[in-house]
């Protein structure tokens, strides 16, 4: 009777253990590339749709959210991303129901947009700080590649919303659709052609995207796949001017050191 009490009292408590495991800002990465490419399917889907924009902001911001405490990110960051998704859900409902209201759509935007730009540098930093790469540390340095690519198409729509002027030759007005497909297309070099940047700034921004997306995977990606499995080598010891002064010394002291 005794044993039974224990092991039902036990039971609660294992459960509750796994849901803190789940719960807590560990490494998984996998989760945050698995968010991404739901982010970008439902941007590129359901734009058009009133109630599909609180889809997309919702996922952006948990996405936003999730990626920030994965990385361990400073906890400023934490809770903006916290406030970007309750706020600007509550501001894109409350424009759905009464179209009269004020829109602060942009002004939510632009902290959703610092946000994407600060993701992929938390991330990288989280990415540094692990000595054994591991599979995480694959999947966050690929989630880092595609949130290039969605920060960089919040550069272009803030550019044309700054600007005032079209973005893009030969379109009036862009979608968030437009945005993010130019900016992958530019991201992979896959350039079809269909929209190209009116303007220098434009232009300019694009091919620095090109350039950083293939230096990246060159370097970074191959370079942690490379490693995968392994730690990272230590660097050398750095050694200052008297040491060098001092071992070049004995070597020439040294006949041993040139015999054959």
Known sequence: MEMEERSTGQAPHKVGQRIHGLARPADSFGLVLILLVLDYIAVSAITGNAWGRVVIIVLLGATLLFALRTSHAHRIWRLLAALYLLVSTIFTVVSILAPSATDFSQQTSLVGGLLLIITPIAISRRILAQRFISTETVLGALCVYLLIGFSFSFIYSGIAYVSGA?????????????????????????????????????????????????????????????????????????????????GATTQEADPSAHAP
Request: net charge neutral.
């Open 166 to 246: 079209p973005f893009f030759a030969g379109l009036s007005e862009a979608t968030s659709s437009d945005y993010l497909f130019f900016s992958y297309s530019t991201l992979t070099t896959v350039g079809y052609g269909n929209l190209v940047p009116a303007g220098s700034v434009g232009q300019t921004l694009a091919m620095l995207e090109a350039l950083f997306g293939q230096i990246y995977l060159v370097i970074v990606v191959a370079r942690l796949v490379s490693l995968w499995g392994q730690e990272r080598p230590a660097p050398p010891p750095k050694r200052g001017p008297n040491e060098q002064k001092t």
